[in-house]
C-alpha cells in the first residue's frame, strides 16, 4: 500500500535527512503524517473528490526526490523563464534549490529558498508556515506538510514595492530509474501595503512519469496587494496535486490567476480568505486539456469580512477524452454585508469524448449581498461561427478563433506581459490558432 | 430611375425553417447602388430573407434561385458570400469572448484581402484604415479593444455592424432591423453614417418592421411582405402609407399589387 510506503519514507527521512529540524518543525512535521496516515488517499464516495480519482496516485510506488545527478543548462530552461522581467528567479529542480539557476538579488526584499529561511531567520516562517493550509481534511496537505523542507519563502516588508515579477521555477528532472515524488512548500508574506507579483511555474523538461504535491500559503497585508500567477506545465504523463490558499487583510487586493496546460491527473484546490473588510479578490483561471488528461480545480472563496469583493472566472477547453471538473464554493459569513460575488466557469468541448462537470456551491449566510454564479458546458456556439463566417472567416478559422478567445479572455487578465505572451504562444500552439 | 445592372436577382424562392415554409415564393430585383427597404409585419418572412441570402445553415431552401453578379448564391457557403461582397447586418449581433474587435475586423478584413488578391494588413496598417473608416462615418475607436459586442450596449452593436461594414466594403449590404432597440439620437446616428456609405457602386436591403428609419434613409424601392410573399412594391410614399395605416389591411387580404 502506498499509504504504508509513504509513511516509512517519512519515518526514514525525520530520524535521518531532517533529524536536525527545531522542535516546532519536527512537530508540524509529526503532525502533518500522523494526519495523513489517519486519512490516508481521498476516494470518490468522498464530496469533494466525486469526479477525481486519484488511483493512479495511489496504486503507484513513488521515491521521495533525490537532487538531480545533472542540473539542467540556463539554455535548457529558457523556455519557462521570464528574464527581462523578473527581479528575482528561485529554481528547483526535482525540488532542490539550484543557486546557479537562480536570480537573487539584495533588495530588502527576502526571496530565497525555505531551507534558507528556516536555517537564517526563521521567525516570520514559524509565524506563518502551516497557518492557513488546513490539513485537517487535506491528506495530500497533511502529506506535504510531513515533508516539509524544502520550497520558495518570499517576504516582501511593508510598503515596499517590488517593480519586477519574481519567479518561482520548479522543475521536474526525474531520470528514467524510478518515480519519484517531490513535496514543494510555498509561503509568501506581503506585508501591509507592499506590492509584488510572483509567478511560480511547474515544469518538464522530458515526458516522464512523476508526482508533484506542492503546497504554497500566501498572506496578504491590510492595503496590501499581489498579483500572483501559477502556471502548471507539467509533463503530459505527470501527476499534480496542488494547493493555493490565500489570506488576504483589510483594503487589500489579490489577482490569483492560474493555468493548467499539463499533467495527465492534476488537482489545485484553492482556498481563499477575504479576512479583512474592502478586499479585493480576482481568481482568474484556465485549463486547456486533451487527449486523456484530467484536471480537477476546487476553488473555495471565503468572505468572512464584510464589503468585500470577488470576481472568479475559469475557462476550461477540453479536447479529445479529457475531462475538466471545477468546483466553486462561496462561502458568505455571518456579518459580511455587502459582499459582492461573481463566479463564471465556462467549459469548451472541442470533441464528443471529453467532459465537463461544473458544481458551483453558495453558502450565503449575510443578507444583504449580491452574488452571482453561472456555468456553461458546451460545443462552440453556432451563432458564433456564422457571425465569423458571414464576415467572411472560414468555418475552420472561425472555429480556431473561437477557441483561442475563450482562452484568451482568461489570458487576457493577466498583469506580466511576457508571461502573458508565452502563453498566448503555448495556447495558439496547442490550437493550431491563427 | 435609370437602370444600373442587376446585382442581385431573387426568383421564386421558397425557404422553410424547421420544416415551416416561411418565404413562400420571393421575386425581387436589387441593381447597384439602389437601396430597397423590405418592410412588413411580425413572422412575414423579412429576417428569414436576410438571414437566408446570408448563408445561414439553420434554412432550408425548397425552391426558387438568387443570382448574385449572376453567380448562384444559395450554392455559396456564407464565407464564399461575404467574400463576394454580401454583408449582413445583425439583428441580434453576437457575443465574442476573448477577441477584441479591431482583431476580429481585421482577421475578417484580410479574408476579404486574400480573396481579392490584395496583400494582408498587419496591425498598424490595420489601424490606419480603421482609422479613416471611424473619421468617415464620425465615431471614435472606443470600442475597438473590447472583446466582439461583449457588454455593449444596444446602441454599440448596432454602430458596430455598421463600422465592419464601412471596413469591409460590401456591394450588397443587408440591414436586418439595425433599427429595432434604439433611441432617436442612437437611429440618427446609424442611419448618417448608412448614408455615408452610400454609393453607386452599393446596394442596400434594409429589412425593418418601422417607417421610422426610412425617414433618415430614403430608399429607391419599398416592399411589402406578408406571408412569406411580396405583395406589394413601390416608392417611398409606400412606406409613409404603411405608417399610416399599419399592417392589418394587408391580414384583411386587401392587396394591390
Known amino acids: 500500500m502506498a499509504v504504508e510506503h509513504l509513511v516509512g519514507a517519512y519515518h526514514a527521512w525525520a530520524s535521518n535527512g531532517a533529524a536536525n529540524a527545531p522542535a516546532w518543525l519536527k512537530t508540524l512535521r509529526d503532525t502533518g503524517i500522523s494526519r495523513f496516515s489517519e486519512l490516508g488517499f481521498p476516494n470518490m464516495k468522498q464530496e469533494a473528490w466525486r469526479f477525481t480519482s486519484v488511483a493512479p496516485i495511489a496504486e503507484s510506488s513513488f521515491e521521495l526526490a533525490k537532487p538531480a545527478s545533472a542540473l539542467p543548462s540556463l539554455e535548457a530552461i529558457a523556455p519557462f523563464l521570464l528574464d527581462d522581467e523578473t527581479s528575482h528567479r528561485l529554481v528547483f529542480v526535482n525540488g532542490f534549490f539550484a543557486p546557479s539557476l537562480s536570480l537573487l538579488s539584495a533588495d530588502g526584499v527576502r526571496v530565497e529558498s525555505l531551507a534558507q529561511a528556516l536555517a537564517d531567520r526563521p521567525e516570520i516562517v514559524q509565524a506563518h508556515l502551516c497557518k492557513y493550509a488546513a490539513s485537517q481534511d487535506r491528506p495530500f496537505c497533511a502529506l506535504n506538510t510531513a515533508f516539509v523542507r524544502e520550497g520558495a519563502f518570499v517576504h516582501v516588508p511593508a510598503k515596499a514595492v517590488v517593480p519586477k515579477p519574481i519567479q518561482l521555477l520548479f522543475l521536474a528532472v526525474p531520470g528514467k530509474s524510478q518515480q519519484i515524488v517531490m513535496h514543494p512548500r510555498n509561503l509568501v508574506v506581503i506585508d501591509r501595503e507592499a506590492r509584488a507579483s510572483v509567478v511560480e511555474t511547474y515544469a518538464a523538461l522530458e515526458p516522464e512519469v512523476y508526482w508533484t504535491n506542492s503546497v504554497t500559503e500566501v498572506v496578504v497585508g491590510d492595503g496590501a496587494r499581489i498579483d500572483y500567477h501559477r502556471v502548471q506545465r507539467e509533463s503530459a504523463r505527470a501527476y499534480h496535486v496542488a494547493a493555493t490558499q490565500t489570506h488576504q487583510g483589510r483594503d487589500s487586493t489579490i489577482h490569483l490567476h492560474t493555468v493548467a496546460f499539463g499533467g495527465a491527473l492534476s488537482r489545485h484546490d484553492i482556498g481563499t480568505v477575504l479576512a479583512g473588510p474592502g478586499g479585493t479578490l480576482i481568481l482568474n483561471g484556465l485549463y486547456l486539456l486533451a487527449g486523456r488528461q484530467h484536471a480537477d480545480h476546487h476553488t473555495t472563496i471565503d468572505h468572512a469580512a464584510d464589503h468585500c469583493e470577488s470576481h472568479e472566472y475559469f475557462n476550461g477547453v477540453l479536447d479529445g477524452h479529457s475531462r475538466g471538473v471545477f468546483t466553486g464554493r462561496i462561502i458568505v459569513r455571518p456579518g459580511a454585508q455587502k459582499t459582492d460575488s461573481k463566479q463564471t466557469n465556462n467549459n469548451l468541448l472541442l470533441s464528443t469524448d471529453a467532459h465537463a462537470d461544473s458544481q458551483p456551491q453558495l453558502e450565503i449566510y449575510a443578507d444583504d449581498v449580491k452574488c452571482t454564479h453561472g456555468s456553461t458546458v458546451g460545443p462552440l456556439d453556432p451563432r458564433a461561427l456564422f457571425y465569423m463566417r458571414s464576415r467572411g472567416i472560414t468555418e475552420d478559422q472561425a472555429r480556431r478563433l473561437l477557441t483561442y478567445g475563450f482562452a484568451a479572455e482568461i489570458l487576457g487578465r493577466m498583469e506580466v506581459a511576457l508571461l502573458r505572451a508565452q502563453l498566448d504562444r503555448i495556447v495558439r500552439d496547442r490550437l493550431a490558432a491563427v | ?257
Open chain 2, 1 to 257: 430611375m435609370k437602370k444600373g445592372k442587376a446585382l442581385l436577382e431573387v426568383k421564386g424562392l421558397r425557404v422553410a425553417v424547421a420544416g415551416n415554409e416561411i418565404l413562400k415564393g420571393v421575386d425581387l430585383t436589387i441593381r447597384d447602388g439602389e437601396v430597397h427597404a423590405i418592410m412588413g409585419p411580425n413572422g412575414s418572412g423579412k429576417s428569414t430573407l436576410a438571414q437566408v441570402l446570408a448563408g445561414h445553415p439553420a434554412y432550408t431552401v425548397l425552391a426558387g434561385t438568387a443570382q448574385y453578379e449572376g453567380k448562384d448564391l444559395l450554392d455559396m457557403k456564407p464565407e464564399e458570400r461575404a467574400r463576394a461582397g454580401v454583408f449582413l447586418a445583425f439583428q441580434y449581433p453576437v457575443e465574442v469572448r476573448g477577441i477584441t474587435n479591431s482583431y476580429f475586423l481585421r482577421s475578417a478584413l484580410n479574408a476579404l484581402r486574400r480573396e481579392r488578391g490584395e496583400p494582408e494588413l498587419d496591425p498598424i496598417d490595420f489601424l490606419q484604415v480603421l482609422e479613416a473608416k471611424l473619421k468617415s462615418i464620425g465615431w471614435d475607436d472606443s470600442m475597438m479593444n473590447r472583446p466582439v459586442n461583449e457588454g455593449f450596449s444596444g446602441g454599440e452593436k448596432k454602430r458596430n455592424e455598421i463600422l465592419q461594414l464601412a471596413v469591409l466594403e460590401p456591394r450588397l449590404a443587408i440591414l436586418d432591423e439595425t433599427d429595432s432597440g434604439l433611441d432617436i439620437d442612437a437611429l440618427r446616428t446609424v442611419a448618417e453614417a448608412v448614408n455615408q456609405l452610400r454609393n453607386p457602386k452599393r446596394a442596400f436591403l434594409i429589412v425593418t418592421h418601422y417607417q421610422r428609419l426610412l425617414n433618415y434613409i430614403t430608399p429607391d424601392v419599398v416592399h411589402v411582405l406578408a406571408d412569406g410573399r411580396i405583395v406589394r412594391s413601390g416608392g417611398p410614399e409606400l412606406a409613409q402609407e404603411l405608417e399610416a395605416k399599419g399592417y392589418d389591411w394587408l391580414r384583411d387580404g386587401v392587396m394591390v399589387s
